[in-house]
């Protein structure tokens, strides 16, 4: 498959995946008659983990340490599970700050809703 294509396929802009590539995180890609990239099914399925891994704000030095991890192959299983145990772990702790200041977000919504009211109340009785 083409880059253009694989960039819709995957998520990832074509200069991500060009730059993936430069950087190690995606393998070097075979190419056609053409000079031009020529992606596979095993590919694709690498490029949108690492889409998904860059969508959990994974840094990109851990995303090279699992890539590295992973090229070793099983043998480092534990270590990439702990790797993204890890990393989850971070994500239900900002989870959690974000619940906490959704929720004074809406007290705040709702202090300038009452006031909003209080005030078109009084307006109203103004007028009468």
Do not use: C, N
């Amino acid at each position: 498959m083409k880059i253009s294509d694989f960039s819709i396929r995957s998520g990832l802009s074509t200069d991500t995946l060009r730059y993936y590539e430069r950087i190690g995180l995606l393998p070097r890609t075979a190419r056609d008659g053409g000079g031009r990239r020529s992606y596979g099914a095993d590919d694709l399925a690498w490029a949108r983990f690492l889409s998904k891994l860059q969508a959990m704000d994974m840094p990109i030095r851990e995303r090279l340490e699992y890539s590295r991890l992973r090229s070793r192959g099983d043998a480092t299983l534990g270590a990439r599970r702990a790797m993204l145990e890890a990393h989850r772990a971070a994500l239900v702790a900002r989870r959690d700050e974000l619940r906490g200041l959704i929720a004074a977000l809406d007290a705040k919504i709702a202090h300038y809703h009452d006031r909003e009211v209080q005030t078109q109340e009084t307006q109203t009785g103004d007028s009468l």
